[in-house]
């Protein structure tokens, strides 16, 4: 089965790797259990070479047909994807087959919504196989077909979008995971960071298998910990706050500071004389901000600390700092002032674009700035803001690509099934959600995870993960598409063995 040589430095990166938890050190020694399902994952990750594979197996085990890897699946064991166990000499899918989509709305059409979902369905391999289920239903008169499987993707991944506005690395920075990269840092989006955790190159990577993990995890509503740069530590769950170097983010910025300036500047005119308010993408400065002098503003001579834009706007440098800046407390957001300009005694307040960090300060004669008590008439601005702002979540967004080989199993012309799903002749969803497929070639889509009925998503050792993927359309255009008619069952058989 799997063979030990003298090469193995115990070093534990096997173990630490499989996913059946089959191998374990004692006494500095490996040692290989009954669990061992064969699938390699151990032999690929041993850096020193100590690990091979044989073609032995025991008697009892069955072979897995359902992916490239083939485990050994003993007795009462599943194989190293988890989704198929060994019962009495026959391989069943590990969790129950999910018919029914999980409350989401679905546009009033007699096609969009699958009949059944493929999660739990189990895989049809090689692809030129059918799919396990073809279902037909009749909806108002309308004949419509659903095809289901489980499908292994190596062209998958998530984008997570974390509603923070700390710094957690420049654009491009390397996520890892278990010491591995695992994706990146992508461009950022408004009062959000994004993280690209996937792909094919880095499943086919040395941290593929960690990849796939994290992948499905996300996709799953699990907690993950990954790091960027191996500095800026960032705990992930979908619909839950995300965690920053052990601080749990509270609200999503209502924008920028220009923005910030543009929907509260007449509040602003009435509360203070100045409001300067701190961001890492553009600082805003109320009295000489377009929106400030629609109010009545005029510049106060105050000068923030950054680098001028365009009028009340500055931008920002990214930092561990408040908003996501260099600026570690209020009053490094003043540069100085302009003597010609400023008047003694004026107050300015200073916020983050949540409204949770702030300070009001007075200017004095000698044109220094000291840091007084907030008045309550000042506090109206930070409260504004504070209140206007959402609670701060992740949303994991699961992308792949059906357009290879998984098209065999829905019809026997690929081409038709892509050219299906682009022109609307034809639904893809996934796990039972509605998908938003990206324009061009092939069959590239992205879904919210929360959408989806739970525990869709698995992997398989290729690496790759596992996608529960549904094509819903009419029947005559499933015919058109040369869909694989001889396998279309009824519907309410299957919904009665359930």
């Not at 669990?35 to 032995?56: E, H, N, P, W, Y």
């Not at 419509?144 to 997570?160: Q, R």
């Not at 504070?386 to 081409?415: D, F, Q």
């Not at 879904?447 to 790759?464: C, F, K, L, R, Y």
Request: aromatic letters at 6%; proline letters at 5%; glycine letters at 10%.
């Amino acid at each position: 089965m799997i063979v030990v040589n003298e090469n193995c430095k115990a070093c534990g990166i096997c173990v630490k790797n499989c996913p059946v938890n089959a191998l374990s050190l004692e006494d500095k020694k490996l040692k290989i259990g009954e669990l061992c399902v064969q699938c390699g994952i151990c032999v690929r990750v041993c850096t020193f070479k100590a690990l091979s594979k044989t073609v032995d197996m025991p008697e009892s085990a069955v072979i897995c047909t359902n992916c490239p890897i083939q485990c050994r699946i003993t007795p009462n064991a599943a194989g190293a994807c988890k989704r198929f166990i060994n019962r009495d000499g026959k391989l069943y899918r590990t969790i129950e087959h999910v018919l029914e989509p999980k409350a989401v709305i679905f546009p009033e059409d007699k096609i969009r919504r699958p009949i059944i979902t493929a999660v739990g369905g189990g895989s049809n391999y090689p692809c030129s196989l059918p799919a396990p289920h073809i279902v037909r239903e009749n909806r108002d008169g309308v004949d419509v077909v659903t095809v289901v499987t489980e499908a292994p993707l190596s062209y998958s991944g998530v984008t997570v979008k974390l509603d923070t506005n700390s710094f957690i690395g420049e654009e491009g920075a390397k996520v890892y995971r278990d010491g591995k990269i695992i994706g990146m840092v992508n461009t950022e989006e408004y009062g959000s960071k994004m993280l690209t955790i996937g792909g094919a190159n880095r499943l086919t990577s040395d941290g593929g298998f960690a990849t796939a993990r994290t992948i499905v995890e996300l996709a799953s509503g699990k907690e993950v910990e990954v790091s960027v740069d191996k500095k800026y530590k960032i705990v992930m769950q979908a619909g839950k706050a995300p965690i920053i170097n052990g601080v749990q983010e509270k609200k999503m910025r209502i924008g920028c500071g220009s923005a910030s300036v543009g929907l509260f500047a007449a509040l602003m005119k009435e509360c203070v004389d100045e409001c300067l308010v701190i961001d890492h993408h553009v600082i805003g400065l109320a009295s000489e901000h377009m929106a400030g002098g629609a109010v009545g503003f005029t510049w106060t001579g105050v000068i923030p600390n950054a680098t001028k834009s365009s009028r009340g706007r500055y931008f920002g440098e990214h930092g561990d700092g408040i908003g996501g800046t260099t600026l570690k407390n209020c009053r490094d957001a003043i540069k100085g002032v302009d003597k010609s300009v400023a008047k003694p005694g004026i107050k300015v307040l200073v916020v983050n674009t949540t409204g949770e960090i702030y300070a009001l300060f007075e200017l004095l004669p000698d044109f220094e700035f000291k840091e007084i008590p907030m008045t309550e008439q000042a506090m109206r601005i930070p409260r504004a803001i504070n209140e206007a702002c959402e609670e701060s979540r992740c949303s994991v967004m699961y992308i792949g690509g059906t357009g290879g080989s998984a098209r065999g199993g829905v019809c026997k012309k690929p081409l038709a099934i892509t050219q299906a799903i682009h022109n609307g002749k034809a639904v893809l969803t996934i796990g039972g959600a509605p998908v938003y497929i990206l324009p061009g070639g092939g069959i590239n889509f992205m879904v919210d995870t929360e959408q989806m009925v739970p525990g869709g998503i698995s992997w398989v050792p290729t690496p790759a993960s596992v996608a529960p993927v549904e094509y819903t359309m009419r029947l005559s255009d499933y015919e058109a598409i040369h869909g694989h008619m001889d396998q279309v069952k009824d519907a309410s058989i299957l919904k009665k063995k359930k």
